[in-house]
């Protein structure tokens, strides 16, 4: 989200962005994913805007969220890995202790430097961007119910 809101200059609360684990076939494995989707019905038009041109405003949106963590002040504070100004958001309050700056910086650099091995893909249709599960275990305990 701080991507997004330095790229557009404020708030963009049409934006969400949803995590989604996705077994991998004969493992034990998952993929994760985040997808991100406008809330607006019927959309805005921002995602085809970032989409645009290989994706390059979405990844102009991951650098700036970099370029955003690696100057922020609090980078310089002993004992701090984030702040309001960077990381933290007042929705995220009760998950300060698990939200790092340096951990969100070094995962979107690895993202930045695996851009060009990105792929497409056909369809996100049967990704759920449902809130009411909260682990695979409890999507497959629903799916049993509704057999």
């Known amino acids: 989200m701080l991507g997004f809101r330095r790229h557009f200059q404020g708030n963009p609360g049409h934006l969400l962005i949803k995590t989604v684990a996705e077994p991998v076939e004969g493992s034990r494995s998952q993929r994760r994913y985040l997808v991100i989707y406008d809330g607006v019905p019927g959309g805005t038009g921002t995602l085809v805007e970032l989409w645009n041109k290989d994706g390059a405003g979405l990844h102009a949106v991951l650098s700036r969220a970099v370029e955003a963590l690696r100057a922020c002040s609090c980078a310089n504070l002993s004992g701090r890995d984030g702040c309001y100004r960077c990381i933290y958001a007042y929705q995220s309050r009760f998950d300060l202790p698990r939200i790092s700056r340096s951990r969100a910086l070094a995962m979107l650099r690895d993202v930045l430097r695996e851009w060009p091995k990105m792929k497409e893909v056909a369809t996100l249709s049967d ?14 305990f629903v799916g049993k119910l509704a057999e």
């Open 127 to 140: 990704t759920s961007l449902d809130d009411r599960l909260e682990s695979e275990l409890e999507r497959r």
